[in-house]
């Protein structure tokens, strides 16, 4: 298995795990925190989504699939190509309202697609290329990677617990 295939494998786990965490919740649903203070599903999935997308569109030189077409207002948000979820207060994560679990399951789906397709052109030789300068050590393409995978398995599996708690 080349590294391609390893990491087309790895990220193509997470549609089915996104599509599990939201199917068949109702809007309000996705937009209840359990507890005062905490991450609501739809928040969860948006910002894993938007990471990935950030920071795809980062490596590849792409626009963000969030700032084409209507994807943000469907979340009730403008399309800020840097509004990705880092430091949002309670009230911004209670902001995310999607119409309906499937703007979620497309808007994942969307940027998935952009992902495998930059995936099935990799190369090992490519993971050691610097992507983000501003870290120390600098950032390269194969740590963005394995960061955007750990961040969306973390959130994914986070967004399954709320919706347990909200099914309970």
Not at 88 to 117: F, G, I, K
Request: cysteine-free.
């Amino acid at each position: 298995m080349n590294v391609s295939e390893l990491l087309t494998e790895a990220f193509g786990r997470l549609p089915d795990l996104v599509r599990s965490a939201v199917e068949g919740l109702t809007p309000e649903q996705l937009g209840t925190a359990p507890a005062e203070g905490t991450n609501t599903v739809a928040w969860l999935v948006w910002h894993l989504t938007r990471i990935q997308d950030h920071h795809l569109a980062g490596v590849t030189g792409a626009d963000q699939v969030y700032v084409t077409g209507d994807i943000a207002q469907r979340f009730g948000l403008k399309p800020d190509p840097e509004d990705h979820g880092y430091g949002h207060t309670a009230a911004q994560v209670l902001s995310v309202r999607p119409e309906s679990a499937a703007v979620l399951v497309e808007y994942y789906q969307a940027v998935h697609e952009r992902t495998l397709a930059y995936l099935g052109g990799l190369t090992a030789g490519e993971l050691d290329r610097v992507v983000d300068e501003s870290w120390d050590p600098p950032v390269t393409l194969g740590v963005r990677l394995v960061s955007v995978l750990t961040d969306d398995l973390q959130h994914v599996g986070q967004a399954a617990y709320v919706r347990g708690l909200l099914q309970n």
